[in-house]
């Protein structure tokens, strides 16, 4: 299940030429297909390729950014929610200068 296999029709990810040995892997092939504990999962599959990254739509670059965007602006969400402006600043701050310091991330000594 890897990209290479999956664009390029690329099973087992070998290169046989010899006669025999190429027999010898169709036979081996068949067998696990048509073994009485195979599945036939073909239209599941292709239902969950076509909805992952791997699938035929492409993604609109706004999406691109607002995901890189949002990673990017992890670490500032986190210190939204995990720090707090120290007693000794009261009220002394304005509102923008509060947000700036708990997007920064470090703790008030």
């Known amino acids: 299940m890897t990209l290479a296999g999956l664009s390029q029709q690329g099973e087992l990810n070998v290169d046989v030429v010899d006669s025999d040995a190429t027999a010898k892997l169709a036979d081996w092939f068949e067998d696990r297909w048509r073994d009485r504990w195979c599945l036939d999962i073909s239209k599941e599959l292709a239902e969950i390729i ?6 035929q739509e ?7 950014y607002l ?3 949002y990673h990017l602006a992890q670490e500032a969400r986190a210190g939204l929610s995990e720090f707090r402006i120290p007693a000794a600043f ?3 701050l304005f509102d923008f200068q509060v ?4 997007m920064s ?5």
């Open 99 to 102: 947000i700036k310091y708990r």
């Open 105 to 109: 991330g470090t703790e008030g000594e």
């Open 58 to 64: 492409l993604v609109p670059p706004y999406h691109v």
């Open 67 to 69: 995901k890189g965007a």
């Open 50 to 55: 076509d909805q992952s990254w791997a699938g």
């Open 90 to 92: 009261g009220n002394s």
